[in-house]
């Protein structure tokens, strides 16, 4: 007859434990990845930049090396042909340096520019301000200047006058002007002005 063999009975108390047991090799090296994964983030965590946490724009242009500012009213005048037009010109410095450059003035098609010792032509249809200096500006400066042009008796009717203000480094009309330029326009009417009184007077106004 052969022999029993008893059966081994294990408590389910140790079971778990033994369970619990087994997994733990297969839990730690995922903790070992999860730390090496958080240890790489913050190795390759860099600091934001010190403007003020802003980040450069893309494709931003840098600022000019110097920031000038005309200001100017935008009122629409009627103009009779004979009249004078007197342009009064305010400029500034909004930087904090100093700067050398020219004032130009392009009068409008038909004009003619009176004498005027303060201006200078320097062809193509251009003035330039100071005659014989340069203006030289500090930080926070303002300075104005006029400019007078005369409208032809023969100057048609509905003609637009468009008068164009610019700085410039050197003594040629700004072709990228950017934010250092400003227009003004005025609409020719019908009717005569004889005696070259100053009908209008244009400010290009702070």
């Known amino acids: 007859m052969a022999r029993k063999v008893p059966e081994l009975r294990i408590h389910p108390s140790k079971r778990r434990r033994a369970t619990a047991l087994v997994s733990i090799p297969f839990i730690l090296p995922l903790f070992g990845l999860l730390f090496l994964f958080m240890t790489q983030r913050v190795a390759g965590y860099s600091a934001p930049p010190s403007n003020g946490g802003a980040l450069p724009m893309e494709g931003h242009l840098q600022a000019e090396p110097f920031d000038l500012q005309i200001s100017k009213t935008d009122n ?4 009779l042909p004979g009249s004078l037009i007197t342009y009064t010109i305010y400029f500034s410095m ?3 340096t100093t700067q050398t450059f020219y004032l130009i003035d392009h009068p409008p098609v038909y004009t003619s520019p009176p004498d005027d010792t303060e201006w200078a032509s320097v062809g193509g249809g251009d003035w330039r301000y100071p005659a014989t200096d340069v203006i030289t500006l500090t930080s926070g400066q303002s300075l104005s ?11 048609p009717y509905g003609t637009q006058l468009v008068n164009r203000v610019s700085f410039s480094l050197d003594e040629t009309d700004d072709a990228t002007p950017l934010d250092n330029t400003d227009t003004d326009a005025d609409i020719v009417v019908p009717g005569f002005n004889f005696s070259y009184f100053p009908l209008v007077t244009k400010a290009y106004a702070p």
Not at 76 to 79: G, R, T
């Open 94 to 96: 909004t930087l904090g």
């Open 145 to 155: 200047a006029t400019f007078t042009v005369s409208v032809p008796l023969t100057v």
């Open 76 to 79: 629409l005048y009627h103009v």
